[in-house]
Protein backbone atom coordinates (compact mmCIF):
# COMPACT_ATOMS: atom_id res chain seq x y z
CA UNK A 1 0.00 0.00 0.00
CA UNK A 2 1.64 3.34 -1.29
CA UNK A 3 1.92 5.66 2.00
CA UNK A 4 -0.87 8.09 2.50
CA UNK A 5 -3.55 6.36 0.54
CA UNK A 6 -6.51 4.28 2.48
CA UNK A 7 -5.42 6.21 5.83
CA UNK A 8 -8.78 4.81 6.80
CA UNK A 9 -8.52 1.16 6.15
CA UNK A 10 -4.65 1.51 7.65
CA UNK A 11 -6.44 2.28 10.58
CA UNK A 12 -8.63 -0.35 11.50
CA UNK A 13 -6.06 -2.98 10.56
CA UNK A 14 -4.02 -1.12 12.80
CA UNK A 15 -6.74 -1.46 15.60
CA UNK A 16 -7.38 -4.74 14.75
CA UNK A 17 -3.48 -6.10 15.00
CA UNK A 18 -3.31 -4.71 18.46
CA UNK A 19 -7.06 -6.15 19.92
CA UNK A 20 -7.89 -10.32 19.73
CA UNK A 21 -6.89 -12.32 16.02
CA UNK A 22 -9.50 -11.62 13.49
CA UNK A 23 -10.58 -15.66 13.75
CA UNK A 24 -10.78 -15.39 17.46
CA UNK A 25 -12.88 -12.20 16.95
CA UNK A 26 -15.37 -13.20 14.42
CA UNK A 27 -16.03 -16.37 16.25
CA UNK A 28 -16.20 -14.77 19.43
CA UNK A 29 -20.45 -13.98 19.79
CA UNK A 30 -20.52 -18.01 18.80
CA UNK A 31 -18.32 -19.01 21.59
CA UNK A 32 -19.89 -16.74 23.88
CA UNK A 33 -23.84 -17.93 22.88
CA UNK A 34 -22.26 -21.51 23.29
CA UNK A 35 -21.37 -20.48 27.20
CA UNK A 36 -24.53 -19.47 27.94
CA UNK A 37 -26.59 -22.00 26.49
CA UNK A 38 -24.68 -25.29 26.63
CA UNK A 39 -26.70 -28.08 25.23
CA UNK A 40 -27.95 -30.76 27.32
CA UNK A 41 -26.20 -33.81 26.54
CA UNK A 42 -28.49 -37.42 26.44
CA UNK A 43 -26.14 -39.21 28.07
CA UNK A 44 -25.79 -36.86 31.30
CA UNK A 45 -27.75 -39.31 33.33
CA UNK A 46 -25.99 -42.60 32.43
CA UNK A 47 -24.36 -44.09 35.37
CA UNK A 48 -20.90 -46.53 35.64
CA UNK A 49 -22.31 -49.67 35.34
CA UNK A 50 -20.47 -52.09 38.16
CA UNK A 51 -18.15 -54.22 36.75
CA UNK A 52 -18.86 -58.09 36.08
CA UNK A 53 -17.47 -59.66 39.07
CA UNK A 54 -16.28 -62.73 36.99
CA UNK A 55 -14.39 -60.71 34.36
CA UNK A 56 -13.11 -58.33 37.06
CA UNK A 57 -11.39 -60.98 39.03
CA UNK A 58 -9.76 -62.21 35.09
CA UNK A 59 -8.76 -58.80 34.83
CA UNK A 60 -7.24 -58.97 37.85
CA UNK A 61 -5.24 -62.17 37.91
CA UNK A 62 -4.35 -61.18 33.98
CA UNK A 63 -2.52 -57.46 35.82
CA UNK A 64 -0.81 -59.56 38.76
CA UNK A 65 3.19 -59.82 37.68
CA UNK A 66 3.37 -62.88 40.81
CA UNK A 67 4.37 -66.15 37.96
CA UNK A 68 2.68 -68.00 40.88
CA UNK A 69 -0.71 -66.47 40.91
CA UNK A 70 -3.75 -68.97 40.35
CA UNK A 71 -7.11 -68.53 38.32
CA UNK A 72 -9.92 -69.75 39.55
CA UNK A 73 -12.42 -67.42 38.19
CA UNK A 74 -13.57 -67.83 34.74
CA UNK A 75 -15.41 -70.89 33.62
CA UNK A 76 -13.33 -71.75 30.59
CA UNK A 77 -11.34 -75.33 30.46
CA UNK A 78 -7.26 -75.42 30.66
CA UNK A 79 -4.94 -78.18 30.35
CA UNK A 80 -2.45 -79.47 32.79
CA UNK A 81 -0.12 -76.92 31.99
CA UNK A 82 -2.59 -74.17 32.38
CA UNK A 83 -3.30 -73.50 28.89
CA UNK A 84 -6.14 -72.87 26.98
CA UNK A 85 -6.76 -76.11 24.84
CA UNK A 86 -8.48 -76.86 21.38
CA UNK A 87 -10.11 -80.14 20.95
CA UNK A 88 -8.25 -81.88 17.89
CA UNK A 89 -11.53 -82.93 16.58
CA UNK A 90 -12.54 -79.34 16.59
CA UNK A 91 -9.10 -78.75 14.17
CA UNK A 92 -10.29 -81.56 12.26
CA UNK A 93 -13.33 -79.78 11.57
CA UNK A 94 -12.26 -76.77 10.52
CA UNK A 95 -9.50 -77.85 8.42
CA UNK A 96 -12.36 -79.93 6.60
CA UNK A 97 -14.38 -76.64 6.52
CA UNK A 98 -11.47 -74.61 4.91
CA UNK A 99 -11.03 -77.33 2.23
CA UNK A 100 -14.42 -77.66 0.94
CA UNK A 101 -14.86 -74.91 -1.78
CA UNK A 102 -18.99 -76.02 -2.48
CA UNK A 103 -19.13 -73.81 1.13
CA UNK A 104 -19.33 -70.06 0.82
CA UNK A 105 -20.00 -66.76 3.03
CA UNK A 106 -23.99 -66.33 2.24
CA UNK A 107 -26.74 -65.65 5.34
CA UNK A 108 -27.84 -68.53 7.26
CA UNK A 109 -31.40 -68.84 7.61
CA UNK A 110 -32.75 -66.64 10.30
CA UNK A 111 -33.78 -69.83 12.14
CA UNK A 112 -29.34 -70.87 11.80
CA UNK A 113 -28.20 -73.52 9.89
CA UNK A 114 -30.54 -76.92 9.78
CA UNK A 115 -28.25 -79.80 9.90
CA UNK A 116 -26.69 -78.07 13.29
CA UNK A 117 -30.40 -77.52 14.83
CA UNK A 118 -31.64 -80.64 14.35
CA UNK A 119 -28.68 -82.23 15.84
CA UNK A 120 -28.72 -79.98 18.68
CA UNK A 121 -32.64 -81.26 19.48
CA UNK A 122 -31.09 -84.97 19.02
CA UNK A 123 -27.96 -84.30 21.32
CA UNK A 124 -30.11 -82.98 24.25
CA UNK A 125 -33.77 -85.33 24.08
CA UNK A 126 -32.10 -88.62 22.62
CA UNK A 127 -32.73 -89.52 18.88
CA UNK A 128 -35.53 -92.21 20.09
CA UNK A 129 -37.95 -88.90 22.33
CA UNK A 130 -41.44 -88.93 21.93
CA UNK A 131 -40.95 -84.87 20.91
CA UNK A 132 -38.95 -85.91 18.52
CA UNK A 133 -40.83 -89.01 17.01
CA UNK A 134 -44.02 -86.56 17.14
CA UNK A 135 -42.78 -83.92 15.48
CA UNK A 136 -43.60 -81.34 18.15
CA UNK A 137 -40.31 -79.51 18.68
CA UNK A 138 -39.10 -76.29 17.49
CA UNK A 139 -35.03 -75.28 17.60
CA UNK A 140 -33.65 -71.82 16.84
CA UNK A 141 -29.78 -71.19 16.34
CA UNK A 142 -28.37 -68.79 19.32
CA UNK A 143 -25.40 -66.84 20.30
CA UNK A 144 -24.05 -69.75 22.75
CA UNK A 145 -26.25 -70.42 26.05
CA UNK A 146 -26.78 -66.68 27.03
CA UNK A 147 -28.51 -65.91 23.48
CA UNK A 148 -30.98 -68.88 23.78
CA UNK A 149 -31.99 -67.84 27.36
CA UNK A 150 -32.53 -64.13 25.68
CA UNK A 151 -34.32 -65.43 22.79
CA UNK A 152 -36.41 -67.88 24.97
CA UNK A 153 -37.50 -65.00 27.55
CA UNK A 154 -37.92 -62.24 24.88
CA UNK A 155 -40.65 -65.25 23.64
CA UNK A 156 -42.09 -65.91 27.00
CA UNK A 157 -42.52 -62.38 27.56
CA UNK A 158 -44.35 -61.75 24.77
CA UNK A 159 -46.85 -65.19 24.82
CA UNK A 160 -46.03 -66.80 28.41
CA UNK A 161 -45.49 -63.49 30.97
CA UNK A 162 -45.64 -64.91 34.15
CA UNK A 163 -43.69 -64.88 37.72
CA UNK A 164 -39.70 -65.92 37.05
CA UNK A 165 -38.48 -68.39 39.46
CA UNK A 166 -34.10 -68.43 39.73
CA UNK A 167 -32.23 -71.02 41.98
CA UNK A 168 -30.10 -68.89 44.71
CA UNK A 169 -27.57 -69.03 43.94
CA UNK A 170 -27.42 -69.39 40.33
CA UNK A 171 -25.66 -67.60 37.27
CA UNK A 172 -25.84 -63.97 37.64
CA UNK A 173 -26.99 -63.40 34.05
CA UNK A 174 -30.43 -65.20 34.75
CA UNK A 175 -31.80 -62.18 36.71
CA UNK A 176 -30.70 -60.10 34.10
CA UNK A 177 -32.09 -61.45 31.52
CA UNK A 178 -35.03 -61.56 33.02
CA UNK A 179 -35.66 -58.51 34.42
CA UNK A 180 -34.01 -57.01 31.06
CA UNK A 181 -37.30 -58.46 29.53
CA UNK A 182 -39.36 -57.29 31.81
CA UNK A 183 -40.25 -60.07 34.00
CA UNK A 184 -40.57 -60.16 38.23
CA UNK A 185 -37.53 -62.51 38.85
CA UNK A 186 -38.20 -64.49 42.24
CA UNK A 187 -35.94 -66.85 43.88
CA UNK A 188 -36.11 -70.32 45.06
CA UNK A 189 -33.28 -71.29 47.73
CA UNK A 190 -31.24 -74.38 46.32
CA UNK A 191 -28.04 -74.02 48.43
CA UNK A 192 -27.91 -75.83 51.63
CA UNK A 193 -24.98 -74.20 53.58
CA UNK A 194 -25.20 -76.90 56.04
CA UNK A 195 -25.06 -79.68 54.55
CA UNK A 196 -22.73 -78.36 51.30
CA UNK A 197 -25.26 -79.96 49.00
CA UNK A 198 -29.08 -79.29 47.42
CA UNK A 199 -32.14 -77.58 49.56
CA UNK A 200 -34.78 -80.31 47.94
CA UNK A 201 -37.13 -79.23 50.80
CA UNK A 202 -37.18 -75.83 50.09
CA UNK A 203 -36.73 -75.97 46.90
CA UNK A 204 -40.11 -78.25 46.52
CA UNK A 205 -42.01 -76.00 48.86
CA UNK A 206 -41.15 -72.49 46.92
CA UNK A 207 -42.34 -74.58 43.63
CA UNK A 208 -45.24 -75.56 45.58
CA UNK A 209 -46.55 -72.03 47.05
CA UNK A 210 -45.40 -70.09 43.84
CA UNK A 211 -48.19 -68.54 41.46
CA UNK A 212 -49.71 -71.43 39.00
CA UNK A 213 -48.11 -71.41 35.15
CA UNK A 214 -44.63 -69.54 36.84
CA UNK A 215 -41.59 -70.18 34.49
CA UNK A 216 -39.11 -72.19 36.52
CA UNK A 217 -35.24 -71.83 35.47
CA UNK A 218 -33.50 -75.34 35.99
CA UNK A 219 -29.78 -76.13 35.65
CA UNK A 220 -29.80 -79.15 33.70
CA UNK A 221 -26.83 -80.32 34.75
CA UNK A 222 -23.99 -78.95 36.93
CA UNK A 223 -25.53 -76.88 38.25
CA UNK A 224 -23.89 -73.16 38.12
CA UNK A 225 -22.45 -71.85 40.63
CA UNK A 226 -22.40 -75.04 43.31
CA UNK A 227 -21.62 -77.68 41.22
CA UNK A 228 -24.85 -79.51 42.81
CA UNK A 229 -27.22 -81.35 40.78
CA UNK A 230 -30.47 -83.24 41.73
CA UNK A 231 -30.87 -87.14 41.24
CA UNK A 232 -32.98 -89.03 39.25
CA UNK A 233 -35.62 -89.37 41.75
CA UNK A 234 -35.06 -85.93 43.05
CA UNK A 235 -35.87 -84.53 39.53
CA UNK A 236 -38.85 -86.95 39.55
CA UNK A 237 -40.24 -84.95 43.24
CA UNK A 238 -39.65 -81.49 41.23
CA UNK A 239 -41.15 -82.74 38.10
CA UNK A 240 -44.43 -84.26 40.00
CA UNK A 241 -44.65 -80.23 41.30
CA UNK A 242 -44.30 -79.16 38.53
CA UNK A 243 -47.18 -80.83 36.86
CA UNK A 244 -49.42 -80.11 39.47
CA UNK A 245 -49.21 -76.62 39.63
CA UNK A 246 -48.64 -76.11 35.79
CA UNK A 247 -45.43 -74.69 36.13
CA UNK A 248 -43.36 -73.99 32.55
CA UNK A 249 -39.49 -75.53 32.88
CA UNK A 250 -37.34 -73.17 31.29
CA UNK A 251 -33.52 -75.64 31.34
CA UNK A 252 -30.29 -74.12 30.90
CA UNK A 253 -27.67 -76.28 29.49
CA UNK A 254 -24.62 -74.84 29.32
CA UNK A 255 -22.61 -78.27 30.22
CA UNK A 256 -24.12 -81.78 28.67
CA UNK A 257 -20.72 -84.32 28.63
CA UNK A 258 -18.97 -81.92 30.35
CA UNK A 259 -20.17 -82.40 33.25
CA UNK A 260 -19.82 -86.20 34.38
CA UNK A 261 -17.71 -87.32 31.03
CA UNK A 262 -21.40 -88.86 29.95
CA UNK A 263 -23.94 -86.99 27.32
CA UNK A 264 -26.81 -89.22 27.87
CA UNK A 265 -26.51 -88.86 32.07
CA UNK A 266 -26.12 -85.29 31.43
CA UNK A 267 -29.27 -84.95 29.78
CA UNK A 268 -31.43 -87.62 31.96
CA UNK A 269 -33.18 -84.58 33.71
CA UNK A 270 -34.56 -82.67 30.55
CA UNK A 271 -35.37 -86.84 28.96
CA UNK A 272 -37.52 -87.48 31.70
CA UNK A 273 -39.52 -83.77 31.71
CA UNK A 274 -40.18 -84.56 28.29
CA UNK A 275 -41.07 -88.49 29.03
CA UNK A 276 -43.65 -86.88 31.55
CA UNK A 277 -45.31 -84.75 29.17
CA UNK A 278 -43.76 -81.43 30.00
CA UNK A 279 -43.74 -78.37 27.40
CA UNK A 280 -40.33 -77.10 28.24
CA UNK A 281 -37.57 -74.76 26.76
CA UNK A 282 -33.87 -76.27 26.84
CA UNK A 283 -31.27 -73.57 26.34
CA UNK A 284 -27.59 -75.10 24.90
CA UNK A 285 -24.40 -74.27 24.89
CA UNK A 286 -21.31 -75.49 22.74
CA UNK A 287 -18.52 -72.89 24.54
CA UNK A 288 -17.62 -75.36 26.90
CA UNK A 289 -17.87 -78.87 25.96
CA UNK A 290 -16.21 -77.99 22.15
CA UNK A 291 -14.08 -75.47 23.94
CA UNK A 292 -16.10 -72.83 21.11
CA UNK A 293 -15.93 -70.25 23.74
CA UNK A 294 -15.62 -67.08 21.06
CA UNK A 295 -17.56 -68.91 18.45
CA UNK A 296 -20.77 -68.43 20.35
CA UNK A 297 -22.91 -71.21 19.45
CA UNK A 298 -25.78 -71.89 21.42
CA UNK A 299 -29.39 -73.89 20.42
CA UNK A 300 -32.29 -72.95 21.75
CA UNK A 301 -34.74 -76.39 21.76
CA UNK A 302 -38.11 -76.25 22.27
CA UNK A 303 -40.65 -79.61 23.20
CA UNK A 304 -44.42 -78.23 22.40
CA UNK A 305 -47.49 -80.28 22.76
CA UNK A 306 -48.32 -80.43 19.00
CA UNK A 307 -46.83 -80.14 15.60
CA UNK A 308 -48.60 -76.86 14.95
CA UNK A 309 -47.52 -75.35 18.29
CA UNK A 310 -44.53 -75.92 17.52
CA UNK A 311 -44.40 -74.55 14.26
CA UNK A 312 -46.23 -71.36 15.51
CA UNK A 313 -43.94 -71.13 18.25
CA UNK A 314 -40.46 -71.63 15.29
CA UNK A 315 -42.19 -68.65 13.32
CA UNK A 316 -42.27 -66.41 16.40
CA UNK A 317 -38.72 -66.91 17.32
CA UNK A 318 -37.59 -66.62 13.64
CA UNK A 319 -39.42 -63.45 14.04
CA UNK A 320 -37.65 -62.01 17.40
CA UNK A 321 -34.22 -63.12 15.89
CA UNK A 322 -34.70 -60.96 13.12
CA UNK A 323 -35.12 -58.01 15.33
CA UNK A 324 -32.57 -58.83 17.71
CA UNK A 325 -29.47 -60.12 15.55
CA UNK A 326 -31.36 -60.85 12.20
CA UNK A 327 -29.46 -64.15 11.26
CA UNK A 328 -26.85 -66.05 13.41
CA UNK A 329 -23.29 -66.93 12.52
CA UNK A 330 -21.86 -69.82 10.31
CA UNK A 331 -18.24 -70.95 11.53
CA UNK A 332 -18.68 -72.30 14.92
CA UNK A 333 -22.06 -74.08 13.47
CA UNK A 334 -20.66 -75.70 10.63
CA UNK A 335 -17.89 -76.93 13.32
CA UNK A 336 -20.53 -78.44 15.28
CA UNK A 337 -22.57 -79.58 12.69
CA UNK A 338 -20.22 -81.78 11.26
CA UNK A 339 -19.05 -83.24 14.10
CA UNK A 340 -21.97 -84.18 15.66
CA UNK A 341 -23.25 -85.70 12.33
CA UNK A 342 -20.18 -87.23 11.38
CA UNK A 343 -19.67 -90.90 13.12
CA UNK A 344 -16.04 -90.94 12.99
CA UNK A 345 -15.74 -87.41 14.49
CA UNK A 346 -18.41 -87.70 16.74
CA UNK A 347 -16.64 -90.70 18.31
CA UNK A 348 -13.61 -88.70 18.56
CA UNK A 349 -15.25 -85.70 20.63
CA UNK A 350 -16.79 -88.00 22.92
CA UNK A 351 -13.73 -89.16 23.67
CA UNK A 352 -11.60 -85.95 23.81
CA UNK A 353 -14.92 -84.57 26.18
CA UNK A 354 -14.85 -87.26 28.37
CA UNK A 355 -11.13 -86.64 28.86
CA UNK A 356 -11.81 -83.12 29.66
CA UNK A 357 -14.77 -83.96 32.35
CA UNK A 358 -12.33 -86.76 34.27
CA UNK A 359 -9.38 -84.41 34.37
CA UNK A 360 -11.76 -81.93 36.26
CA UNK A 361 -12.83 -85.29 38.35
CA UNK A 362 -9.38 -85.49 39.35
CA UNK A 363 -8.99 -82.27 40.52
CA UNK A 364 -11.90 -82.31 42.39
CA UNK A 365 -10.12 -85.92 44.12
CA UNK A 366 -6.48 -84.50 44.21
CA UNK A 367 -7.86 -81.08 46.51
CA UNK A 368 -10.04 -82.95 48.40
CA UNK A 369 -7.01 -85.92 49.09
CA UNK A 370 -4.60 -83.08 50.35
CA UNK A 371 -7.03 -80.91 52.76
CA UNK A 372 -7.59 -84.52 54.15
CA UNK A 373 -4.22 -84.87 54.60
CA UNK A 374 -3.52 -81.35 56.34
CA UNK A 375 -6.58 -81.68 58.50
CA UNK A 376 -8.00 -78.57 57.54
CA UNK A 377 -10.70 -77.85 59.79
CA UNK A 378 -14.60 -78.75 58.59
CA UNK A 379 -15.43 -81.11 56.44
CA UNK A 380 -14.84 -81.67 52.44
CA UNK A 381 -16.57 -84.17 50.75
CA UNK A 382 -18.23 -81.73 49.33
CA UNK A 383 -15.29 -81.23 46.46
CA UNK A 384 -15.91 -84.67 45.20
CA UNK A 385 -19.39 -84.96 45.68
CA UNK A 386 -20.29 -81.88 43.05
CA UNK A 387 -19.81 -82.21 39.64
CA UNK A 388 -18.59 -79.88 36.62
CA UNK A 389 -16.28 -77.46 35.97
CA UNK A 390 -17.54 -75.26 39.24
CA UNK A 391 -16.90 -76.15 42.59
CA UNK A 392 -18.59 -73.93 45.71
CA UNK A 393 -16.13 -74.59 48.35
CA UNK A 394 -17.94 -73.18 51.33
CA UNK A 395 -15.03 -70.11 51.80
CA UNK A 396 -16.48 -67.11 52.93
CA UNK A 397 -15.43 -63.62 51.39
CA UNK A 398 -12.80 -62.75 53.71
CA UNK A 399 -11.06 -66.05 53.37
CA UNK A 400 -11.52 -65.68 49.62
CA UNK A 401 -9.78 -61.95 50.17
CA UNK A 402 -6.90 -63.04 52.25
CA UNK A 403 -6.41 -66.35 49.30
CA UNK A 404 -6.21 -63.27 46.61
CA UNK A 405 -3.87 -60.62 49.14
CA UNK A 406 -1.63 -63.29 50.21
CA UNK A 407 -1.73 -66.46 48.01
CA UNK A 408 -2.66 -64.38 44.66
CA UNK A 409 -5.40 -67.09 43.72
CA UNK A 410 -8.13 -65.41 42.21
CA UNK A 411 -11.91 -66.58 42.76
CA UNK A 412 -15.06 -64.77 43.17
CA UNK A 413 -15.93 -63.99 46.83
CA UNK A 414 -18.80 -66.47 46.92
CA UNK A 415 -15.90 -68.54 47.51
CA UNK A 416 -17.31 -70.51 44.13
CA UNK A 417 -13.92 -71.89 42.49
CA UNK A 418 -13.60 -73.44 38.75
CA UNK A 419 -12.03 -76.36 39.03
CA UNK A 420 -10.65 -75.89 35.45
CA UNK A 421 -7.51 -73.31 37.05
CA UNK A 422 -6.28 -76.33 39.20
CA UNK A 423 -3.79 -78.17 37.87
CA UNK A 424 -1.40 -81.02 39.28
CA UNK A 425 1.35 -78.20 39.65
CA UNK A 426 -0.57 -75.86 41.29
CA UNK A 427 -3.74 -78.17 42.82
CA UNK A 428 -1.48 -78.98 46.12
CA UNK A 429 -0.30 -75.02 46.56
CA UNK A 430 -3.97 -73.87 46.24
CA UNK A 431 -5.09 -76.79 49.04
CA UNK A 432 -2.17 -75.07 51.48
CA UNK A 433 -3.71 -71.73 51.21
CA UNK A 434 -6.57 -72.56 51.60
CA UNK A 435 -5.62 -74.54 54.69
CA UNK A 436 -4.28 -71.45 56.00
CA UNK A 437 -7.10 -69.15 55.21
CA UNK A 438 -9.37 -71.59 56.72
CA UNK A 439 -7.40 -71.76 60.46
CA UNK A 440 -6.42 -67.71 60.01
CA UNK A 441 -9.63 -65.98 58.85
Not at 93 to 112: N, R, T, V
Not at 187 to 203: F, I, P, Q
Not at 223 to 249: C, E, M, R
Amino acid sequence: MAPGRYPAAAARLLLLSSCLPLASLLDSPRSALRTAVAPTSAFENVPLAPPDAIFHVAASHRADPDPSKINLGIGAYRDDNGSPWVLPVVRRAEKLILEDSSLDHEYLPIAGLKSFTDASVKLILGDSSPAILEKRFAANQTISGTGAVRLGAEFLARFHKSVVYISNPTWAVHRNIFSDSGFEVREYKYWNESTRGLDLESVLSTFQSAPEGSILVLHACAHNPTGVDPTLDQWKQISDVVKAKNHFVFFDCAYQGFASGDLDRDAQAVRYFVEEGHELFVAQSYAKNFGLYGERIGCLTVVAQSTEQAKNISSQLERITRSLISNPPTFGARIVSLVLNNPELYEQWKTELKSMADRIILMREQLYDALVKHETPGTWNHIVDQIGMFSFTGLNPTQCKLLTDKFHVYLASSGRISMAGLNSKNVQRFADAVDYVVRNA
